[in-house]
């Protein structure tokens, strides 16, 4: 029977689930997987967490160095999220030689390639299966199989939050209360910022796109929004013409470029991502042998992303062991992208507007498919617009946008959401 | 690097998948995996497919037995289907003490159990993960993971044909224009009958049960029935009621028995699984602590099913190498099963037969939920009329059926499909 010796930093709540599950299941995981996962010591700033599970003061410590020059531990869980200490502890436990596993999602789109290199060189591993759609298999299939067949595309609803607020909101309920009764349900941070304006899903596309092209993003250089600019109007429009909104995160390449992006876009209604409702999330990757595979799962909470962080320490000395070769694609410019465009005005409500707006299109070259407007908003100061375009070009698309604007017929800044067909 | 010196019983066209990747892929595998597959020799009964593909006399053999003696050899991949001399060529090959790679789920099915404790007895794996799912990664992905948690149940549309046909007559195609259809593209054999019996599903849903439950089933000892008398009439109905009509295969713990079953089912359109059309397969496995985990893609083909064969090449002397535990469930009888369901009659079109049909339902108390019945159907002799239940019993629900056979009222072996809600 082989023996892991196992520390782990963060008692929080994946800490919690993670100590649960090794406690409950470790005679579950002796008899399935013959290994014997033997918890050395665990390590947080407040001692309160490790008194609430019960921990022996031997077992607790508050400073993490203990833990990662204890001679008597082979591998470290790191759960504290950011990326300052957390790289520090990950940089310490691979050089003394320890096998480094993290929920960990910001620190990888950080500094993944930089750790997996440290830890290649210290003949240990850098796991990291929590970070990315958390009980969703998804990065270990990646290196099990997808890999032999040369990934093309990913394209995933990656945040619960994001998505359980679209959900709501598809269902008649306004933002605002729809956030409020995320938070309720524990899927939403008190603090929501990074799960609505995108910058989490940001970070799981950095993450696969590492493990899908080799390609070190960081979330900077990206196009990333969120969902705060959505209203109800536009997801019953969006409905209208057969479509359901949703925030997605993207990679893929084109020619040798590699687009990632993160941005609320319109989904057919028989695309499989588009059933993908409430708190769930999914991933749908497309490789030249495989064709689409797509995973569906919840997304985060304890237990799930628990699973995964176990499921790693199973996998240590797997021999399934891989490196990130940088292949050097370049970034792709989101003012190439070709697309098709919902486009949502709030016009002012003068006779002749629409014609001017017209006329802009005609004078940008780009083709208008459709024009919805709803007869009962006629004594609006305002009147939502919906145009949507044939396939046009982004920037172009954004220069009509800013011409618009000068024209003064309609408020600043409308909503432009890629149409994936 | 590790090396592992590879047998292919079988060049059809699995084995032809197979030969390719490992020639094309060979040094990405090398460089991505640090493992160099070496392939040693194949075998066939036929000398012409190695000449298709360009095999060297020296590499070729129309005797299975040469490649299980030779000791250069360390794992053999049998790819010819069937349970007779696959079960010898397996037999022969693990007591000799090397691995056993298959895409053959009859044989999985049938022996699995024991071709296990044979290969942990000889200290060498047995791998089928592209007998389920071909492309999807289900099967490795349940042995990393879902496995700490306790799979709870599995639900899936598991046979490419049979969900093609059905996605054909939903877009108004009758069943043999469909299935021409299919065979035309590829997607069901010459001889369809395994897929459109279920008997192809109930393979995949016997090895499931292996793996999730560690229960040993055959499928003569469960419910299994085909899309053969499914008509457009159904598919329409189901569409008003809110449905779609899919071949499932599910297994469940119920109390200390195991549920297996294959048969059509009418599942709520907002079912994750009820957007998966056309040749697509998907499996949604609930587990305790992941909660519903759907995976999704191509079931079957050349190149999907040779990856899944390639991935567990590699995966090879990975450690992670679990037995089954006979934990002695007991099989559900289908007798028991408590489920809405979807009948259809074909009603003699004569007044009063529709009243003596609700009596019995009142005499048997089972609930009708809804009826059908079409107006224009009128001056046929027949008229489908379709009644949905509330949550009955299977057998008395059968028990009312026996009966209405006897009234003589409408024609024999009306079609019932449970619902899931």
Same mark, same amino acid.
């Given at each position: 029977?082989?023996?892991?010796?196992?520390?782990?930093?963060?008692?929080?709540?994946i800490?919690?689930?993670?100590? =649960?599950?090794?406690?409950?299941?470790?005679?579950?995981?002796?008899?399935?997987?013959?290994?014997?996962?033997?918890?050395?010591?665990?390590?947080?700033?407040?001692?309160?967490? *490790?008194?609430?599970?019960?921990?022996?003061?031997?077992?607790?410590?508050?400073?993490?160095?203990?833990?990662?020059?204890?001679?008597?531990?082979?591998?470290?869980?790191?759960?504290?999220g950011?990326?300052?200490?957390?790289?520090?502890?990950?940089?310490?436990?691979?050089?003394?030689?320890?096998?480094?596993i993290t929920a960990n999602k910001a620190l990888i789109a950080k500094?993944g390639?930089?750790?997996l290199?440290?830890?290649? =060189?210290?003949?240990?591993?850098l796991l990291y299966e929590a970070s990315v759609g958390g009980g969703i298999p998804i990065l270990n299939s990646i290196q099990d199989?997808l890999?032999?067949?040369?990934v093309?595309?990913f394209i995933g609803i990656m945040n619960g939050?994001c998505n359980?607020?679209?959900?709501?909101?598809?269902?008649?309920?306004?933002?605002?209360?729809?956030?409020?009764? *995320?938070?309720?349900?524990?899927?939403?941070?008190?603090?929501?910022?990074l799960d609505?304006?995108g910058m989490d899903t940001a970070h799981k596309v950095s993450v696969l796109s590492k493990d899908c092209f080799?390609f070190?993003s960081?979330v900077?250089?990206?196009?990333?929004?969120?969902?705060?600019?959505?209203?109800?109007?536009?997801?019953?429009?969006?409905?209208?013409?057969?479509?359901?909104?949703?925030l997605i995160g993207l990679g893929?390449?084109?020619?040798?470029?590699?687009?990632l992006?993160v941005?609320?876009?319109?989904?057919?209604?028989?695309?499989?991502?588009?059933?993908v409702?409430?708190?769930f999330n999914a991933i749908l990757i497309?490789?030249?042998? #495989?064709?689409?595979v797509m995973k569906y799962g919840y997304g985060a909470g304890?237990?799930p992303t628990a699973t995964a962080i176990?499921s790693d320490?199973?996998r240590?000395?797997?021999?399934?062991?891989?490196?990130f $070769?940088?292949?050097?694609? $370049?970034?792709?410019?989101?003012?190439?992208?070709?697309? =098709?465009?919902?486009?949502? #005005?709030?016009?002012?409500?003068?006779?002749?507007?629409?014609?001017?707006?017209?006329?802009?299109? *005609?004078?940008?070259?780009? !083709?208008?498919?459709?024009?919805?407007?709803?007869?009962?908003?006629? !004594?609006?100061?305002?009147?939502?617009?919906?145009?949507?375009?044939?396939?046009?070009?982004?920037?172009?698309?954004?220069? #009509?946008?800013?011409?618009?604007?000068?024209?003064?017929? *309609?408020?600043?800044?409308?909503?432009?959401?890629?149409?994936?067909?």
């Open positions: 029977m082989r023996k892991i010796n196992l520390g782990i930093i963060g008692l929080g709540t800490g919690e689930g993670v100590y =649960k599950i090794l406690k409950n299941q470790r005679s579950r995981i002796k008899e399935y997987y013959d290994i014997d996962i033997n918890l050395i010591k665990t390590c947080d700033i407040s001692p309160l967490l *490790a008194k609430k599970l019960k921990i022996k003061k031997s077992k607790f410590t508050k400073n993490y160095m203990d833990l990662i020059n204890d001679p008597n531990i082979d591998s470290i869980v790191e759960l504290i950011g990326t300052t200490i957390a790289n520090d502890i990950a940089i310490n436990t691979l050089r003394n030689k320890k096998n480094f500094n390639f930089e750790l290199s440290l830890a290649k =060189k210290n003949n240990v591993q199989s890999l032999i067949n040369q093309k595309s939050t359980y607020i679209l959900t709501l909101m598809a269902n008649g309920i306004e933002f605002d209360n729809a956030l409020k009764k *995320a938070q309720e349900l524990g899927f939403a941070e008190a603090d929501p910022t609505i304006n080799d070190d960081k900077e250089n990206f196009h990333v929004t969120g969902i705060e600019n959505i209203s109800k109007i536009d997801i019953e429009a969006a409905s209208q013409l057969g479509y359901k909104i949703k893929r390449i084109v020619k040798n470029k590699i687009d992006r941005h609320l876009s319109l989904l057919k209604k028989d695309n499989p991502l588009c059933n409702d409430r708190e497309d490789s030249k042998n #495989l064709g689409p304890m237990l176990v320490i199973i240590i000395n797997s021999n399934i062991n891989r490196s $070769k940088n292949k050097k694609y $370049k970034m792709f410019n989101i003012n190439n992208l070709e697309s =098709k465009f919902y486009l949502r #005005l709030n016009l002012k409500n003068n006779p002749g507007n629409l014609a001017k707006i017209t006329k802009l299109f *005609a004078k940008y070259s780009i !083709n208008i498919e459709k024009i919805l407007q709803n007869p009962d908003n006629v !004594n609006l100061k305002h009147v939502p617009v919906i145009i949507t375009t044939k396939k046009s070009n982004y920037k172009t698309t954004n220069k #009509l946008i800013n011409q618009l604007d000068k024209l003064n017929i *309609a408020l600043k800044n409308p909503l432009l959401i890629p149409i994936e067909d």
